[in-house]
């Protein structure tokens, strides 16, 4: 069983600039999610993804987008970048969108620095 | 709002049983979960309570009650490798809800 894999591990973008982070999910999972956790703080819900369709959208701009492939991989896209994106990018699968007992499978996330 | 309470830091020493507690605002939730993270790595999942009570799995073990807005995950036999964050978090449909997370320091 292939847990989840991010790519890149460490990224450095300059304020302006747009990002694209890239997850596969874990052999089975078909919903993705993502998250931002800011140093010394809790997963901020971003958005998930279930069947290649937005499913759920927490507070963040719209320059946040995302992608769901067939293959149940996902993107991350930031646009316009600025100062207050660093943080750490986690992605996560489960089984079956976000109801009922499936835990989230974490990545070891991005680290995206913003200067 | 939507939110989750977690103290930010517990102590405990190491063999000894700890308690970390969460309180919510929020509903139509389907379950409460905890997670650990220790530094450097990934949100691991520990347990999920789904209906109230308690849920045990080995040393870790979980309690919800809906009516009083507040869970809590209990640890025991603490061990060293336990020191890390651990997040309570609510499932809905829309959307999923951390807590900013509790540290835990363990004392030799």
């Known amino acids: 069983e292939t847990g989840v894999t991010q790519s890149p591990t460490h990224l450095i973008k300059t304020r302006g600039q747009q990002v694209t982070l890239r997850c596969s999910s874990q052999s089975g999972h078909n919903t993705v999610s993502w998250y931002q956790q800011a140093l010394g703080q809790g997963p901020q819900f971003i958005f998930q993804y279930y069947r290649e369709e937005e499913n759920g959208r927490g507070n963040f701009p719209p320059r946040f987008s995302g992608l769901q492939f067939p293959n149940y991989s996902s993107e991350l896209n930031v646009n316009a970048l600025e100062l207050d994106d660093s943080a750490l990018y986690l992605c996560?699968?489960?089984?079956?969108?976000?109801?009922?007992?499936?835990?989230?499978?974490f990545g070891n996330g991005t680290r995206l620095t913003v200067t | 709002g939507q939110s989750l309470e977690q103290p930010s830091e517990v102590t405990a020493v190491e063999g000894a049983i700890v308690q970390i507690n969460c309180t919510y605002q929020?509903?139509?939730?389907?379950?409460l979960s905890w997670y650990q993270q220790h530094d450097g790595g990934a949100p691991t999942f520990l347990s999920y309570n789904a209906l109230d009570g308690l849920e045990e799995t080995g040393r870790f073990s979980s309690f919800l009650s809906r009516s009083d807005s507040y869970g809590y995950l209990l640890l025991q036999e603490l061990q060293m490798k336990d020191s890390a964050s651990y997040f309570c978090?609510?499932?809905?449909?829309?959307?999923?809800?951390f807590g900013k997370g509790t540290r835990l320091h363990i004392l030799p």
């Open positions: 978090a609510v499932n809905r449909d829309d959307k999923i809800i």
């Open positions: 929020t509903s139509g939730f389907y379950g």
């Open positions: 996560a699968s489960s089984e079956a969108g976000t109801g009922g007992n499936s835990p989230l499978h």
